[in-house]
């Protein structure tokens, strides 16, 4: 029986992935898509908030959206807060404020490099372990 939450199982792995600590370089297949819609990918990231001495405060993640994030997606995406918990790479569950980046773009290589160029930056920035990411393919 098909699930009701097709993306129930591509977190849950990536989930499993992150906590892990390890990273995978995948490429998704764009879907053949109806006449009149674009193959897109559906990306998703999910940053915690908790750093070494504190956390991110929102004027920290709101001037990162603005330096970073903006430049790399002038398209545009979404943003909105949520809470998670993950297992740190010394074997500890985090619970934390997150926030949650949603982008559709087209596939290929620019949009991946600028996906990847938030990821790097957020990492370095504040001293994060790691940013979870999803790809899902869709149509738009």
């Known amino acids: 029986m098909p699930s009701r939450h097709p993306?129930?199982?591509a977190l849950a792995c990536a989930?499993?992935?992150?906590?892990?600590g390890c990273t995978t370089t995948a490429?998704?297949?764009a879907p053949a898509c109806d006449s009149g819609r674009n193959a897109a990918l559906d990306e998703r990231l999910y940053f915690g908030t908790q750093r070494p001495g504190?956390?991110?405060?929102d004027e920290e993640w709101h001037r990162f959206?603005?330096?970073?994030?903006?430049?790399?997606l002038p398209d545009?995406?979404?943003?909105?807060?949520?809470?998670?918990?993950w297992r740190g790479t010394a074997g500890n569950t985090i619970r934390e404020a997150s926030h949650v980046?949603?982008?559709?773009r087209p596939a290929g290589a620019a949009g991946d490099a600028a996906v990847d160029s938030i990821i790097a930056a957020y990492k370095t920035r504040f001293a994060q372990e790691a940013v979870l990411r999803t790809t899902?393919?869709?149509c738009q």
């Open 136 to 138: 899902t393919p869709t």
């Open 101 to 104: 980046l949603a982008v559709v």
């Open 65 to 72: 959206v603005d330096e970073v994030v903006v430049p790399a």
């Open 27 to 29: 490429t998704a297949v």
């Open 76 to 85: 545009g995406f979404t943003t909105w807060p949520a809470q998670g918990a």
């Open 7 to 9: 993306y129930a199982a």
């Open 54 to 57: 504190g956390v991110v405060s």
């Open 15 to 20: 989930m499993v992935l992150a906590a892990a």
